[in-house]
């Protein structure tokens, strides 16, 4: 609180008489404390309150311009004291500016791979998803304490996993024992996989009702392993035990895996050569073996599907890129398999109408689906109450922030990002937590937005 108006000359001309003849305020880098003689986010510089910023920043208004890194800019923080922030496309690491190299999104938060191995989240943290040994939501990305060097990372509902030379640690909720180092306690801080080696991908899934639940798995040698919560057979093991706290072997697989996706409650595999199986819940099709049963709890193949190159699964929902198009199955009552037919799923593999566009990479959310042609198409399609389709209608070509292209995409529970082509990272729609890690939690925004270089 400041001081009234009235006692801030005397109080200034005697820190000024206390400093010396001739010593001012500026010189002596006075008390913090007489920061109360100016209203909040004012500076007492040379005798005057003047608007704290970069320029006039902390009870010495020091000019925060000096010792910048590359591609930064000065910022006075809330602490008053000279910071930095990174240019728009730059994430921060540390003392210097870096790109990102990979992007991924869970429900309520989202994660990037940087640079040199580092690991970023940002968004809900009740859970400790953010791995940064807090369970406190941040609105900007901050590091997750994480040894070695990451090659990979994805995220499930509440957890995060990162592949780093072959092993594998997670972070986040663990009631089901998704996190897979034998105990349902969730950890803020990441754990190692115990007994998992030279895994080659990684994929996790989950969903909330009435307690969140999730499951992860990865790929070793071309075999699928699985842990976590299993009650429709998502682990693949051929059971429905309730959960499984350590990895278990997949069964029956055709072939090698070479990468994998995880739903709410199902998971697929690309098998080499293209055919994709699945396994787990299926009351919507998600499987897409033609049927709407209960479950699968053993891998079974997906109808009419060959030459496949990338997958996604939603929550209820799955995709899959190949030469031909865009093929996706499963859950589409908001439209997250075809935009243009929203009633009965789909059981087997559909191509939704995408104006020509071949995309590479495909991303689902809890009911939105996001589909990328790099450099620059790119089209959302499902659920929009929170402007995660990057637009207003139920199917969406998505404007870019310049440069306007794109290498990756994600989708989370109900928004969504981009890796843009220089390495930046650009989210949009919900934003209730802070999951776009633009600075701020509140409203979803309908339109991309930078992730913080804060």
């Known amino acids: 609180m400041s001081r009234p108006i009235a006692l801030r000359p005397l109080i200034a001309w005697l820190a000024l008489a206390a400093a010396g003849c001739g010593d001012t305020l500026v010189d002596r880098h006075a008390d913090p404390a007489l920061l109360d003689l100016c209203d909040a986010g004012q500076a007492f510089c040379g005798g005057t309150c003047v608007a704290e910023g970069p320029t006039s ?161 990865a790929v070793v040698a071309g075999g699928v392993w699985c842990w976590g919560f299993n009650q429709w057979g998502q682990l693949g093991t051929g059971m429905t035990t309730m959960q499984e706290s350590r990895p278990v072997a997949v069964v029956a697989l055709t072939g090698p895996a070479v990468a994998l996706a995880t739903g709410g409650r199902h998971t697929c595999a690309l098998i080499s050569g293209g055919s994709v199986m699945c396994w787990g819940a299926d009351e919507s099709g998600q499987v897409g073996n033609g049927s709407t049963s209960q479950q699968q709890a053993s891998p079974v193949q997906v109808l009419g599907l060959s030459g496949a190159t990338a997958l996604a699964a939603g929550i209820s929902h799955t995709c899959a890129t190949t030469p031909g198009g865009l093929l996706c199955w499963g859950l589409n009552l908001s439209g997250q398999v075809d935009p243009a037919i929203t009633t009965s799923p789909f059981a087997a593999p559909h191509a939704p109408d995408l104006g020509g566009l071949l995309p590479s990479r495909v991303a689902a959310g809890r009911a939105h689906t996001c589909a990328l042609e790099p450099p620059s198409g790119l089209t959302c399609f499902g659920a929009n ?70």
């Open 57 to 217: 920043c902390g009870p010495a208004c020091v000019d925060c311009a000096a010792g910048l890194p590359a591609n930064a800019g000065p910022v006075c923080s809330a602490a008053h004291v000279c910071d930095f922030e990174c240019s728009p496309g730059w994430l921060r690491s540390g003392g210097q500016c870096v790109r990102a190299s990979a992007v991924a999104t869970g429900y309520l938060h989202t994660c990037a791979l940087v640079a040199g191995g580092g690991v970023k989240c940002w968004g809900a943290n009740d859970r400790g998803q953010l791995g940064n040994g807090t369970t406190s939501d941040s609105s900007i990305p901050v590091d997750v304490a994480l040894t070695g060097t990451a090659d990979a990372l994805v995220a499930g509902y509440a957890h995060s996993c990162a592949l780093v030379g072959g092993a594998v640690y997670c972070w986040g909720d663990n009631t089901t024992g998704e996190l897979g180092d034998g105990t349902t306690t969730n950890r803020s801080s990441p754990v190692q996989v115990p007994g998992l080696s030279g895994a080659t991908a990684l994929a996790a899934g989950g969903d909330s009702p009435p307690t969140p639940y999730g499951h992860t798995c």
């Open 385 to 454: 109450n929170s402007g995660q389709l990057g637009g207003a209608a139920n199917k969406v070509n998505v404007v870019l922030l310049a440069p306007g292209t794109a290498t990756g995409v994600a989708a989370g529970g109900d928004h969504a990002c981009v890796l843009t082509g220089e390495g930046g990272i650009q989210c949009w729609g919900a934003n209730d937590r802070g999951q776009l890690g633009n600075g701020q939690s509140g409203p979803p925004l309908a339109t991309p937005a930078y992730v913080s270089g804060r």
